[in-house]
């Protein structure tokens, strides 16, 4: 679906008459490859690299060095730009940028619109996409009385209806809340599974990853850690040397796993931490 | 400096057909040096009630009293308020405008009148506080990473000597090592000068390891109140208001729960692993 060879990109900084400033390398050599229908995380600190690198998957930006293929077309090809924005569709950080109409319907519509669909087509993929991300309700709403989480989730719907295999979400839930956070990872997490839409979440938060079938870790424009999440997570001090964490739950196990208690590396979620230590004490019990 | 709300309500565009309450009859005191984290979640109140506390909207019914006045009472200076209650918004790096750093930080006390030579002082300690070095005062705040304009950002409210500091998400948007950096920052503030810190935040996890009394709204009211261990122990009822209790907190909770002898209220990482390694070597 996606697949990146040497990817490097350099921003350069030039002065008034054009010479070059300064050139910061945001990305360096990446090489990545997502199958269809996975579900990839991007997990980086601010400065990674990993905005830039989104950036390059829809073909917003162009690689210095290397190369982006979207369903096999390079995204240099400009004669297929149209192609590869309908196959790879992108949702922001900020909701409130990316939606411009005025009513909730009219705004999922404006994509399927541009490409130039038939009116009642577009009509179905409106109703399927609201649908999809749980909104139908709103529909004749003005988008700026949703919730941080609804708004993304009509952006997402917009995205849909213009019936992409990819979809890119570039930190979808940084502005938000809690409850808009889990609104929107849910969404992402269904339109995966139930649609088969393939998934790239550019994402800071731990707790979102949990998820997703595979985790890149990129630090100063590399990729330094690739895995699925439980991998990914037992390597608590390395990811610290990132500017990143891990979910409280798994440094409390990894902490516990230091004091000489026997429980599993990259330990996920609070239940399955309360069975593995309920499982070391009973195992206890046993030996005594 | 303490500020007390006597029985405040908002209304926003009250007397119309759009009228909607922000805070229903909030009875709230903060006393002088606390160290307040205010949670809830998007639309609970926060904002409206931290736009109180400096003038910047006025209750509909009720009174604000800062330092045992009227802050709406006839010829109240709302100017010297702001300048005692000091208010970093979200993202405050958007308000940066100046052409250097230096600047930045010295609009604040420009604005209160103050000699040339106090303005320069109090900026440049401002900067030193939020560890913002020599080599940075004369960038332009635009070529800074975020966490470095963040932190330019507070150190321009810093500059006013405000006696309250309020800042509303100091942390969204940052990596978990600029979060702790940034949090880590608030904290030192709060210890060195002893001023009264308002922390306003989604995250009880980011909350449990730094304040000493945490304020929790829900639509438009004060919930729940009191030290983080006595807040937390309510964890089904924040859940139940769409907030979580710190992992480490609802372990500690549901352990106790199975009937294992280990206390209830563990809030930091630390704390659970001592009670949990403890009991595993008891019963070795």
């Known amino acids: 679906m996606i697949k990146t060879k040497d990817l490097s990109f350099d921003y350069i900084r030039r002065d008034e008459e054009g010479n070059v400033e300064s050139i910061t390398r945001a990305l360096d050599e990446v090489n990545i490859s997502v199958k269809p229908g996975d579900f990839v995380a991007v997990l980086g600190a601010n400065g990674s690299g990993k905005s830039t690198f989104a950036k390059h998957l829809d073909a917003i930006l162009m690689p210095t060095e290397g190369s982006v293929y979207v369903n096999g077309m390079p995204t240099t090809d400009e004669d297929k730009l149209l192609d590869i924005r309908r196959t790879a569709g992108m949702v922001f950080q900020n909701p409130d940028n990316q939606i411009i109409g005025t009513i909730v319907e009219d705004d999922v519509g404006f994509g399927p619109e541009n490409l130039g669909i038939p009116t009642e087509e577009i009509w179905e993929r409106v109703d399927k996409a609201l649908d999809r991300v749980g909104m139908t309700k709103y529909r004749c709403d003005s988008p700026n009385k949703l919730s941080g989480g609804q708004k993304q989730r009509v952006a997402i719907a917009g995205i849909m209806a213009m019936k992409p295999k990819c979809i890119i979400l570039d930190e979808p839930t940084a502005m938000l809340d809690p409850v808009g956070r889990r609104e929107v990872i849910k969404t992402a997490k269904e339109l995966n599974e139930k649609e088969g839409v393939t998934v790239i979440l550019i994402t800071h938060y731990m707790e979102e990853v949990i998820e997703a079938d595979r985790v890149i870790v990129m630090d100063a424009g590399k990729v330094v850690l690739e895995g699925t999440p439980r991998q990914i997570f037992s390597r608590v001090e390395q990811l610290k040397s990132f500017r990143l964490d891990v979910p409280q739950v798994t440094a409390l196990a990894f902490e516990l796993n230091k004091r000489g208690i026997p429980l599993p590396p990259g330990i996920l979620t609070v239940k399955e931490f309360e069975e593995e230590y309920i499982k070391a004490l009973s195992a206890l019990e046993g030996d005594a | ?284």
């Open chain 2, 1 to 284: 400096m303490s500020i007390i709300f006597d029985h405040v309500t908002h209304k926003y565009e009250a007397g119309t057909t759009m009228e909607k309450p922000a805070l229903k009859d909030i009875n709230l005191v903060i006393n002088d040096g606390e160290f307040i984290g205010l949670i809830g979640h998007t639309g609970s109140g926060k904002s409206t009630l931290i736009q109180h506390m400096n003038g910047l909207l006025k209750p509909t019914e009720g009174t604000v009293y800062v330092d045992g006045e009227d802050i709406c009472g006839k010829g109240y200076s709302l100017k010297s308020l702001r300048s005692r209650v000091g208010l970093v918004f979200q993202y405050p790096e958007h308000q940066l405008f100046e052409s250097s750093v230096l600047l930045d930080v010295e609009f604040g006390p420009k604005n209160m009148g103050l000699t040339q030579l106090e303005i320069q002082y109090r900026a440049f300690e401002a900067l030193k506080s939020v560890g913002i070095g020599d080599d940075l005062i004369d960038a332009s705040p635009f070529e800074l990473s975020g966490g470095q304009k963040r932190r330019v950002a507070i150190a321009g409210v810093l500059a006013m000597k405000p006696k309250v500091l309020i800042l509303d998400e100091p942390t969204a948007g940052l990596d978990p090592a600029g979060r702790d950096e940034i949090l880590g920052l608030i904290r030192r503030i709060h210890e060195e000068s002893g001023i009264t810190v308002i922390l306003v935040s989604h995250s009880m996890e980011d909350v449990a390891n730094y304040v000493d009394r945490i304020i929790v709204m829900n639509d438009a009211k004060v919930v729940l109140e009191g030290p983080p261990k006595t807040v937390f122990a309510n964890c089904d009822a924040l859940e139940s208001i769409g907030l979580s209790v710190p992992q480490v907190t609802r372990i500690s909770a549901d352990l106790k729960n199975l009937g294992l002898p280990v206390r209830p209220d563990s809030i930091t990482i630390e704390e659970a692993a001592d009670e949990l390694a403890a009991l595993y070597k008891r019963l070795h």
